[in-house]
């Protein structure tokens, strides 16, 4: 897996992440379970690798430099 998130995209997925979980403490029991979702851009976030953009094509992260 390549990296293809940059620093922004990780910060945004991880607000994400965190307004998903607080559903758990807030919501009512059908919509509680909604906040189960928080782990996907957690993870995401996490791995710096979205596998949707890769499907598409999108990067968002820095271009590497090379070096050698």
Not at 22 to 49: C, D, E, H, M, R
């Amino acid at each position: 897996m390549k990296k293809n998130m940059g620093v922004l995209d990780k910060l945004i997925r991880f607000i994400i992440a965190i307004s998903l979980f607080s559903l758990w403490f807030i919501a009512q029991p059908p919509v509680k379970f909604v906040a189960f979702a928080g782990f996907v851009p957690l993870l995401t976030g996490l791995l710096n690798f979205c596998p949707l953009y890769a499907l598409i094509g999108i990067k968002t992260c820095k271009a590497e430099s090379s070096q050698g």
